[in-house]
């Protein structure tokens, strides 16, 4: 473990005001979404629009670094680039998604497990060599009825931590994302309790094994009620309790904490992170940065449409979500800019 090149990579992806651009949805995720836009589903199509995302002009003005899906990270542009040399010479981190999905947790019905440690190391190893520098993880948990379990916070949150260990052994800073889900009738109050207690399992975990704590980037959700909850919270009230639940589990030392837009819409999940930052820039120990994939890429693919003809269109919507969420991160977002 290279604990210089380590900090030196967290550093750089969380430089001055850029964020981190989630592409790493899975074949079937991808798919899903191309799916519900009649965007037709083969591995070149997947191809294309991952092309279109990396090649945007200037999109390394406000990315610091992309996730990447283990079909993206080996896959080539249309004149024969590999992608990790596009995002590379774009001025990009290129990272990559190493979990392998979530399964039913066994005697929890309702609740999941992350998988993907088995053979983890030699995996990881071929991605360094491959040019990643960075990877992520995703735990998912449920509010509910006795959700989540002591047991799957456990089992995650000791996966996550073993997972991020290996990643450190091979020289590439760790994504650690729990993600409590939005799905529910849950209330802000709940969402925060759940969180708070889903982040201490975490840090417990990566306190036992022994994780570099600036070598990692904590990729959270953000406190919100429920999407079926009747009392839903303005800008200020979720910014004010997102920040509130961190300030109690997560250490000084790491260095950063990217969000998960989590269903978010666009501009919602952009005037969330803002609020964070215009109210607490000044007083937190970490970076407050994004790690977004749908609230950055959903107009793009809606404006895309699979249609070659639209790339410039596509790439100029996912330009405008990068540059207010780049403006976020000041805390200089104003959502008049998403009218012009
Ligand atoms: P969303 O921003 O769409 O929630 O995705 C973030 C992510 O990386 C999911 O693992």
Known sequence: MNIKSLIQT?????????????????????NKRFAALSIPQTEEVRRSYRELIITTPRLGDC???????????RQQTRDGVSFVKAIT??????????????????????????EGLDGL????????????????????FTIGD??????????????????AALCQEADLVAIVEPEVLMEGAHTLEQCSAVTEDVLHCVFDALY????LLEGMILK??????????PTQSGINEVADATITCLLQVVP??????????????????????????????DRLPWELTFSFARAIQQPALRAWAGLEANTEGAQQALYHRARNNQAARRGEYRSSSESA
């Open 10 to 30: 967290t550093k750089a992806l969380l430089a001055f005001d850029k964020g981190i651009l989630a592409m790493d949805e899975s074949t079937s995720t991808c």
């Open 63 to 73: 990315i610091s670094g992309v996730i990447l899906f283990d079909e993206t990270i």
């Open 89 to 114: 010479s774009a001025g990009i981190i290129p990272g990559i998604k190493v979990d392998t999905g979530v399964k039913d947790l066994a005697g929890y019905p309702g609740e999941k497990i992350t």
């Open 121 to 140: 190391r030699e995996r990881l190893i071929e991605y360094h060599q491959l040019g990643a520098r960075f990877a992520k993880w995703r735990a998912v």
């Open 146 to 163: 006795n959700m989540p379990s002591r047991s799957c916070m456990e089992s995650n949150a000791n996966d996550l931590a073993r997972y």
């Open 208 to 211: 036992a094994q022994r994780v």
């Open 220 to 229: 959270p959700n953000m406190v919100l009620p429920g999407t079926d909850c």
């Open 252 to 281: 000084a030392a790491v260095s950063g904490i990217a969000f998960l837009s989590g269903g978010q819409s666009p501009e919602l999940a952009t005037a969330h992170l803002n609020a964070m930052n215009v109210r607490y820039m």
